[in-house]
């Protein structure tokens, strides 16, 4: 066996992997979209995917996930070039990356909790404005709603934001900052002509993956509303673990309509990353 088989040899488990859990489930998602419940063909599922109730909770989820994305973004690009910069202590950064590390991957049932424990109806926080005379309950907030699920996102959005928008920050060469200085501009004038342009297309990729990452929560949002939201993950678990009302080429339609969604964001992905490698070698 020789020198390159071998190297080839050491993909295999990888690509096993991508193949039995992502590439074949998909597949067969796809192809149940386009059956009935008889295993003939149709359009029928796909055309359910136009139904009043189920473009309006894909254009909820989008939204979420734009709003997060955005707001995710431009928080965690902030948050990380402050830890960044020269001349920080040297304690932010490791403190700052292990909690992003931990709190990116912090969702899911437990999040909720914590926010309802916190921002909830009788939660800490609440009763603490409460008392301040700031009865945010009263004013159309609710943890409950769109808004407070934003909210909930966002803990988990900046976070993987300041774990993604790094490596593009460190790519910036303090050359470029020197030059800058050196031709008169001040700091404000170099990021909007320098450093913002360099990094610009990791910041729009990043916010990419933010959107994918949001568009695709299940527990965090199932846990918090009950199903009060309606958002497509949450239509498809209720579409395929339903005791009455189960129907699972409903769930595969949504499922395909979510795939469709999520590679279009992975082609601008794509392409943004291709416009940013330049600036990372």
């Known amino acids: 066996m020789n020198r390159q088989a071998i190297r080839w040899l050491g993909t295999v488990p990888f690509f096993a992997y991508t193949a039995i859990f992502l590439l074949i489930p998909t597949g ?35 939204k979420i996930s734009l709003i997060t994305a955005v707001l995710g973004g431009v928080l965690g690009l902030f948050v990380a070039q402050a830890a960044l910069r020269q001349g920080g202590p040297l304690w932010v950064r490791p403190v700052l990356t ?37 009865h945010i309950y009263s004013h159309g907030f609710t943890i409950y709603g769109m808004i407070g699920l934003s909210v909930t996102y966002m803990y988990f959005q900046f ?41 610009l297309p990791s ?3 990043a916010m990419v ?22 958002i497509v993950p949450v239509l498809i678990g209720e579409a395929v673990n339903g005791d009455l009302s189960a ?9 395909f309509g979510m795939i469709v969604v999520i590679a279009a964001a992975i082609a601008v992905y794509a392409v943004l990353q291709r416009k940013a490698a330049r600036w990372l070698r």
């Open 28 to 62: 067969e998602i796809i192809v149940q979209a386009f059956r009935n419940p008889s295993g003939s063909f149709t359009f029928s599922n796909v055309r359910g995917l136009f139904d009043a109730q189920i473009l309006d909770a894909f254009e909820t989820t989008i």
């Open 98 to 134: 292990t909690f992003a590390g931990v709190a990116s991957n912090f969702a899911g049932i437990p999040l909720a909790f914590a926010f309802v424990a916190t921002l909830g109806s009788t939660g800490i926080v609440t009763q603490l404005l409460n008392s301040l005379g700031l």
């Open 159 to 199: 976070p993987l934001m300041v774990l993604i928008i790094s490596p593009a920050l460190e790519g910036i060469r303090p050359q470029w900052r020197e030059a800058a200085v050196n031709a008169g501009a001040s700091s404000r004038q170099y990021w909007r002509l320098v450093g913002l342009p360099a990094i």
């Open 203 to 205: 910041l729009l990729g």
């Open 209 to 230: 993956l933010l959107f994918g990452n949001a568009f695709s929560a299940y527990a965090t949002p199932y846990a918090l509303s009950s199903g009060y939201i309606n």
């Open 247 to 255: 129907d699972p080429q409903l769930g595969a339609s949504l499922a």
